[in-house]
């Protein structure tokens, strides 16, 4: 029996990438205090465009591009409901991934079947790319490297920069933000749109480094993983990629577990994401003083910037 | 108020229903409809269902409408879907998942009426009639095809639920294998779903992973076939020809193929009088196939499936003795065949399939 664990890791990270990606994107719309259930609608529309663009012969950079404008829009349109409008966020998000499977399946349809003729490739750093157990993580493609880039790069924006400072303001007492004359729609528009961005970045990993074909619904859910893990994480950075990981890992393990002939039941192996989501919530609630401190004050309260 | 009003509206919309059989003419044309479990766009299992449909509506001509309910999931809302399919009055449904089994058979109490056709169950009633392919024999032939292509002597399937019917497909493919290289073993990743493109690929890596050169699928989609492709292994289509999502890796398809039962469903019930025969119909009926093999599958491999195909074709059982077990007893004596009901109810591994089928002590 091989017992090599090094596929195990990179099916972890794989699993883990775009879970972060959009996660990240969420965080930071959820710190200016929106919550947007529309991810995996994003994700959606940001696949579908990524897809199409490479389909009908642009380059990737052209195609990532396409999937992060209309994630973006997807966001645009939830910005503009809940933000402009002050309709209640909880329905605006939902009907956003409504919106974006119903769109996503409706025009996908003439893409059923085809394969994606450019796709990210991994980029292995010589060297440090075949060190057993670890090497995965200098095997990435560039969506990959860019989103451990993302993990201190949304760090720093929030706790270091003004605009961090600002944004997260917003997030905790939109009417002291704005007594102190910071625009808070503005803030929150940026919030929301990078959010999106970031969604559909995440959605062209699924479609063009991941599956790298056109399949209905590829995202499997995804998007309310990665809702979950803004959460799981307390609203911080560096645990949202702990808690990728952890995502990734367990659904790969369950399935390495099988491959290598270990003796557990598959329906427990099946059942271990969900048992980690029960242990990481209750140890997160434990301490409900935590949770309190780490919540933006304002999340999905409806603001009125009155001009 | 709101309860009433909901009663209200299913009365009226169980005696519309009841009216448009009444009037029904010759030139008016029969509704049937189909749930599927997942969107058409899988490249697989449903999307073969839809091509029976569509062959059913062009060879009845206009005779018969129908319309599909897609990504319905095997649960309490199946019932809600196909008791609304039978109240807005569809003559004819076909609900194309096992799980949809007890929801089938449950609203068919309700709707004496309507005839139902359950694909892949094991449960009848006086309008419900059931209908299966054998998946298994071309699931065979493509374990030969396997055999002669694998290199490390290690086959992998990705497989959903562990049911009869997955279970004897995996014994197959083995023994498919196995007649050609002995040594041959096989691994089995359960990931408990039908279809989801992200986890049958992660289930074909992690096989890749561990030294699997030839994969097969027992899942909906054609991620499994395209993570061979990546990876420079081989796989093989399942369900439709899956030939277009991975030309290096795909070595042969097992198709289903549904156009003729749905046809001679259509046409009994145009003619009045509802086609009630269970059928489990495999190569020999024409309601599955092994299609589309590679050009770099040798010689040798390709007469050694035509034979074993105008075998089967020919009436020859694919489970017939000796078989022994994953412990190496003996389960089928030579000579010997399995029954319909124990191919239906097969709760074993083959010699050769390595771990342990869940759900088994």
């Known amino acids: 029996m091989s017992l090599s664990i090094t596929p195990l890791v990179a099916s972890a990270i794989a699993a883990a990438i775009p879970l972060l990606i959009a996660a990240l994107g969420e965080l930071v719309t959820e710190r200016a205090g929106l919550l947007n259930l529309g991810v995996e609608g994003m994700m959606l529309l940001g696949a579908l465009a990524a897809f199409a663009a490479i389909t009908h012969g642009a380059g990737l950079p052209v195609a990532l591009l396409a999937g992060m404008l209309a994630g973006a829009a997807g966001a645009l349109v939830y910005g503009f409901l809940t933000i402009s409008l002050q309709a209640s966020q909880v329905a605006t998000g939902l009907s956003l991934t409504i919106l974006g499977t119903g769109i996503s399946s409706f025009i996908g349809r003439g893409y059923v079947g085809y394969r994606a003729p450019e796709t ?3 980029l292995p750093i010589p060297g440090l790319a075949t060190i057993p157990g670890i090497g995965p993580l200098f095997e990435l493609n560039v969506l990959g490297y860019a989103a451990v880039l993302a993990i201190g790069a949304v760090w720093y924006f929030l706790q270091r920069s003004r605009w961090g400072l600002e944004l997260r303001s917003v997030g905790e007492s939109p009417s002291v933000a704005r007594s102190l004359g910071l625009k808070v729609n503005r803030i929150r528009y940026a919030a929301v749109l990078f959010g999106g961005a970031m969604a559909g970045t995440a959605g062209t990993y699924y479609a063009l480094a991941q599956l790298k074909m056109w399949q209905e619904g590829l995202t499997s859910g995804n998007g309310w993983i990665a809702l979950a893990l803004v959460v799981f994480a307390t609203w911080r950075p560096a645990r949202v990629a702990i808690g990728a990981l952890l995502f990734g890992g367990v659904t790969a393990l369950g399935l390495w577990l099988q491959t290598v002939g270990v003796g557990v039941s598959t329906f427990a192996l099946a059942s271990l994401p969900y048992v980690a989501t029960i242990l990481v919530l209750v140890s997160i609630s434990a301490d409900r003083q935590a949770l309190r401190r780490h919540a933006p004050a304002a999340l999905g309260k409806p603001f009125f910037d009155g001009d | 108020m709101k309860r009433s009003t909901f009663l209200g509206a299913a009365v009226v919309s169980v005696a519309m229903a009841g009216m448009g059989l009444g009037i029904a003419t010759a030139a008016e044309p029969i509704k049937a409809a189909f749930v599927y479990v997942g969107p058409v766009g899988d490249g697989g299992w449903t999307y073969a269902h839809d091509l029976g449909r569509k062959a059913m509506e062009k060879a009845l001509g206009g005779k018969v409408v129908s319309t599909i309910v897609e990504n319905v999931p095997e649960s309490g809302d199946a019932e809600r879907v196909i008791r609304d399919l039978a109240a807005k009055g569809n003559k004819l449904i076909f609900t194309t998942s096992f799980g949809y089994m007890d929801s089938t058979l449950k609203v068919a109490k309700s709707f004496p009426k309507v005839e139902f056709y359950h694909a892949t169950g094991f449960k009848s009633a006086p309008n419900v009639t059931i209908y299966n392919s054998r998946m298994y024999e071309p699931a065979y032939l493509a374990g030969i095809i396997a055999g002669h292509m694998s290199k490390s002597g290690k086959l992998g ?7 009869p019917e997955v279970v004897r497909n995996i014994n197959a493919y ?8 002995p040594a041959i073993t096989t691994k089995v990743v359960w990931v408990s779903t039908w279809y989801d493109p992200t986890k049958e690929r992660q289930a074909a890596e992690a096989l890749i992973g561990q030294g699997v050169d030839v994969l097969i699928q027992n899942t909906d989609s054609s991620a499994p076939l395209q993570a061979a492709q990546d990876k420079g ?3 093989f289509g399942w369900d439709s020809d899956m030939t277009a999502y991975g030309p290096k890796a795909h070595l042969a398809s097992a198709i289903e193929i549904w156009g003729g039962y ?15 025969q269970t059928v489990w119909g495999g190569i020999k009926e024409g309601m599955n196939d092994l299609v589309s093999i590679n050009p770099i599958v040798p010689e040798a491999a390709r007469k050694q499936v035509a034979d074993k195909r105008a075998e089967i074709a020919g009436g020859k059982l694919v489970f017939t003795g000796p078989i022994k077990g994953q412990d190496g007893t003996m389960k089928v004596a030579a000579g010997k065949s399995l029954t319909d009901k124990e191919i239906d109810s097969i709760n074993w591994y083959v010699e050769g399939v390595e771990g342990q089928l869940p759900g088994q002590k």
Do not use: Q
């Not at chain 2, 399937?157 to 049911?163: E, G, H, N």
């Open chain 2, 157 to 163: 399937v990705v497989a959903s639920f562990p049911i």
């Open chain 2, 174 to 181: 083995t023994m498919g294998a196995r007649m050609v290289n």
């Open chain 2, 233 to 235: 292994v081989y796989a």
């Open chain 2, 262 to 276: 749905y046809t001679k469903a259509a046409e009994a019930a145009v003619a009045g009088k509802p086609l009630k």
């Open chain 1, 120 to 122: 990210f490739e991994p």
